[in-house]
Nanobody, 129 residues
Framework: QVQLVESGGGLAQEGESLTLSCAAS????????LGWYRQAPGKERELVAT???????NYADSAKGRFTISRDDAGNTVYLQLNSLKPEDTAVYYC???????????????????????WGQGTQVTVSS
């Protein structure tokens, strides 16, 4: 299994900054894509930003110019720098990872390489005006 643990959420004033972190652990072979999503009360979960193993990034229009996604050299930790925060950024922010990992085979002895997709438990970001 692959576990994702987010940290760094909290309370901020409008215009301030926060940095979110997400660390992946487990029998990871490779993480191809890491991403951040968010879900505001009463709304569906939406993409914020993603970053690939090659460093290519993609941002939602609401995040462009204000948020920056990055990953560490090992590729298992992803960050989201939130600048110029607005009240409408208030949401639970979730980390997401897709890649391949080692899983115990049915015989209990072998290790099989399988694709995975995992979500973190989320971290709350609240922005007050």
């Amino acid at each position: 299994q692959v576990q994702l643990v987010e940290s760094g959420g909290g309370l901020a004033q409008e215009g301030e900054s926060l940095t979110l972190s997400c660390a992946a652990s487990g029998s990871i072979f490779r993480i191809n894509v890491l991403g951040w999503y968010r879900q505001a009360p009463g709304k569906e979960r939406e993409l914020v930003a993603t970053i690939t193993i090659g460093g290519a990034t993609n941002y939602a229009d609401s995040a462009k110019g204000r948020f920056t996604i990055s990953r560490d050299d090992a590729g298992n930790t992803v960050y989201l720098q939130l600048n110029s925060l607005k009240p409408e950024d208030t949401a639970v922010y979730y980390c997401n990872a897709h890649g391949s990992a080692w899983y115990r085979g049915e015989d209990g002895h072998t290790l099989d390489l399988k694709d995975f997709g995992s979500w973190g438990q989320g971290t709350q970001v609240t922005v007050s005006s």
